[in-house]
């Protein structure tokens, strides 16, 4: 093997590529010519001086970013404890008026024979205004749900109470008793609020891979997530077949 042909085979190993000839017969080249002993070396230093380079000096933020990073909420169960105390005085007032406790908090005189089904009626929504806020205190993830009802419903019965209590349809006293179902509603809100903020992981998570790409689940296997409230494990479908996703 003449120096030439020697030498182009180094080239193609110091960069790793294949070499054109069987490396054995390169490794005995090497061995009797100095020559090209010389030139691979200089072929690896070179090599190493266009790859490798110092790691420029960059100042240390740790202290800056522990200091302005979002410290965790220190009891996020106290907006929920609160908003299940509401749900209890929600649902035992709308218990109350359902069962015929309450009627004095109605106001205004019975003016038809459907009185006593819409005293029901409403006697019905109160309690279920606070088995709803009473499950949101329990589950967070289910406010989101009720803030629309709840909102509409808050700003009608306003508008229907300042119209009621400016022709002496209703008493002081049956108004206020709709405070609970406001506190309710900001309390609902506020636990939406700090229940997003903390945000959920993602329900499925592959293996991580070089270049920012996962591997999906194995066939046979099912995707498990445990749910941080409550302890529990919830189970996706497994996917069709393994394969790469970006």
């Not at 193609?12 to 005995?28: I, L, M, Y």
């Not at 010389?38 to 190493?48: I, N, T």
């Not at 099912?222 to 529990?232: K, L, Q, T, Y």
């Amino acid at each position: 093997m003449n120096c030439d042909l020697c030498r182009e085979a180094l080239s193609a190993r110091v960069d790793g590529e294949q070499e054109p000839v069987s490396p054995d017969a390169v490794d005995r080249h090497l061995a009797g010519c100095a020559l090209c002993r010389s030139w691979q070396a200089k072929a690896e230093r070179l090599r190493r001086s266009t790859t490798l380079h110092s790691a420029p000096a960059v100042p240390d933020l740790t202290a800056t970013i522990l200091r302005r990073a979002e410290l965790p909420a220190r009891r996020p169960w106290v907006l929920r404890v609160v908003l299940g105390a509401v749900a209890v005085a929600q649902s035992t007032l709308g218990g109350a008026q359902l069962l015929g406790l309450a009627n004095g908090m109605h106001g205004g005189h019975d003016t038809g024979f459907m009185f006593g089904h819409l005293t029901r009626e409403s006697a019905a929504w109160n309690l279920a205004v606070g088995i709803g806020l009473g499950w949101a205190a329990l589950r967070p993830r289910v406010a989101a749900g009720q803030l629309p009802v709840l909102t509409g419903f808050v700003l009608v019965l306003a508008g229907a109470s300042v119209t009621d209590l400016l022709g002496e349809a209703v008493t002081v006293r049956r108004v206020l008793s709709h405070g609970l179902v406001v506190v309710g509603l900001v309390l609902l809100y506020l636990v939406y609020r700090q229940h997003r903020r903390h945000g959920r992981p993602s329900p499925v998570s592959g293996e991580a891979l070089p270049g920012g790409e996962h591997l999906a689940a194995a066939d046979g296997a099912e995707w498990e997530h445990v749910d941080p409230e409550s302890g529990g494990h919830r189970r996706f479908p497994r996917p069709a077949s393994r394969h790469r996703v970006a």
